[in-house]
């Protein structure tokens, strides 16, 4: 049985249960159906472009945070970064002291909430990640790690301290904010080059954002969705963009491609 939880199925990162399940399923599936059969019917086969590698990038690397918190992210745009010569280094944020060495930060989706207490009890980590985004860090955050990065997230009447470089607290709550697509359009403030006009993106999150300071700045024009405050979503702080939004690399948001240039804009200038 996979548990359920608010945001749909427990995520395979969770729990090293999972993996036995997956295996049992794809055992059982195996067993009972023609799968050679199955994937043959009206299967149209479809060339996969050969994707370009720029060498010009290999010197970058991006810190992925990937363990039982964080976990959301489409395989796709891991690729792309791949794809542009970027090395990923993935850390913990549950066990690891301080951040791998990296020219810059991706703090995906997940499920903090879930894992309050030991993100909050290491201090190492979360004062090293603070600093380093103070001091300059390249970061890119989506939904789960824009709330890691809040001051702290109350949850089930319970508050725990986090990274603290958004001014602003979480507070989980019972029924969905942001559920569904969303239409984002970039503010002059937004810090990367060649953002569409218009950015199809989606949401799904239980919480929102209390005492933000009121001088933050925002990278995006919420057009449908919700966003931060149902009017603007991408906060600004140095060089960190983080949304409640969750953009994918795909038409004509080539956000990956964005992000490493303006990874490699700071390098030049520091």
Not at 139 to 159: P, V
Request: charged letters at 20%.
């Amino acid at each position: 049985i996979i548990d359920e939880r608010h945001l749909g199925l427990m995520p395979a990162n969770e729990t090293p249960e999972s993996q036995k399940f997956i295996d049992t399923a794809a055992k059982h599936i195996a067993d009972q159906v023609d799968l050679d059969r199955l994937i043959g019917i009206n299967q149209k086969t479809i060339e996969s472009p050969t994707p370009v590698i720029n060498n010009t990038t290999s010197s970058i690397t991006v810190a992925v945070a990937k363990d039982s918190a964080f976990g959301f992210y489409y395989q796709d745009d891991l690729d792309a970064f791949d794809s542009l010569g970027v090395d990923l280094v993935y850390f913990d944020t549950l066990t690891d002291d301080k951040l791998p060495e990296a020219d810059a930060l991706f703090i995906g989706g997940g499920f903090p909430e879930m894992q309050l207490e030991a993100l909050s009890a290491n201090q190492s980590l979360l004062t090293d990640i603070k600093a380093k985004i103070q001091a300059g860090l390249p970061t890119y955050a989506e939904c789960g790690g824009l709330m890691y990065l809040s001051r702290q997230i109350t949850h089930q009447g319970k508050s725990h301290k986090l990274v603290g470089v958004i001014e602003a607290d979480t507070l989980m709550t019972p029924k969905p904010i942001g559920r569904g697509y969303v239409q984002l359009a970039p503010t002059g403030n937004h810090p990367w080059s060649g953002v569409s006009k218009q950015i199809s993106a989606h949401e799904f999150h239980y919480s929102k954002l209390e005492n933000i300071d009121p001088k933050t700045h925002y990278a995006y024009e919420v057009l449908r969705g919700v966003g931060v405050d149902n009017k603007r979503d991408g906060i600004l702080i140095h060089n960190l963009l983080a949304t409640y939004s969750h953009l994918r690399n795909v038409g004509s948001n080539h956000w990956v491609e964005q992000f490493v240039n303006f990874i490699k804009d700071i390098k030049k200038t520091s």
